[in-house]
């Protein structure tokens, strides 16, 4: 996704241009520090997406990311001995794992890990390498490939024989076999026993006309 900016190198400062009132002709312009901010949402069906975790930074102080997600963690953010800060300005291209957490309850907790790419691009290098929106055509620069999901990530509503199987058939099935098969077997009592009742009936009818007639 490509992100429109104008940034004052000299500065280090990001021009915002931003409509104050709805009867103003002119946007107002400010300088901002260049700050990226990043949201991880769930994807529900019934109710409304629950925010999972975030993540913001100075792309002018970007914190060194790792090279995989299992060292990925809230060091990132507090040890800068460990993980330097570096301009996205000087360097260009950053990519690796980002932590994002939850601190609404006052302390950070880790509940997610975001893997990225930042780069810094000029007017004539956007225009030559255009970028869709997430896996939108075009789908390059980098060509971002489907995710890759654990198994039990998937929607329990649209899905319930995959929940059964995954969540209840693993892990009870030797359970399941039994509650099966006695359900099984007590649908076939009444059919089994319903037959031999009439079949006994006509038998006693057969030989008390038997005797009657004899």
């Known amino acids: 996704m490509v992100f429109p900016m104008e940034y004052i190198l000299q500065e280090n400062k990001m021009v915002q241009k931003k409509k104050g009132k709805f009867w103003h002709v002119e946007k107002a312009v400010s300088k901002v520090d260049p700050i990226f901010h990043v949201e991880v949402f769930d ?12 993540a913001q930074f100075d792309l002018t102080r970007v914190p060194a990311p790792t090279k995989t997600a299992k060292e990925c963690t809230l060091d990132v953010y507090e040890n800068e001995d460990l993980y330097p800060r570096m301009s996205l300005f000087d360097k260009r ?6 932590p994002v957490f939850d601190d609404s309850l006052g302390s950070k907790v880790l509940t997610g890990k ?18 869709g929106k997430g896996r ?10 489907p995710p890759t ?5 998937f929607n329990w509503f649209t899905n319930p024989w995959k929940v059964f199987r995954i969540l209840v058939w693993r892990r009870y099935k030797c359970t399941s076999s039994s509650v099966s098969l006695s359900s099984f077997l007590l649908c076939l009592l009444p059919s089994c026993s319903i037959p031999r009742r009439k079949r006994s009936m006509k038998q006693f009818t057969r030989v008390r006309s038997n005797r009657i007639r004899s």
């Open 93 to 98: 291209k950053i990519a690796g794992f980002w």
């Open 114 to 131: 975001v893997e990225m790419e930042l780069e810094i691009l000029g007017e004539e290098e956007v225009a030559e390498r255009p970028a």
């Open 43 to 54: 994807k529900d069906v019934l109710s409304r997406d629950d925010k999972l975790g975030w």
């Open 149 to 153: 999901r654990p198994e039990t990530s």
């Open 136 to 145: 939108e055509e075009p789908n390059s620069h980098p060509k971002l490939e």
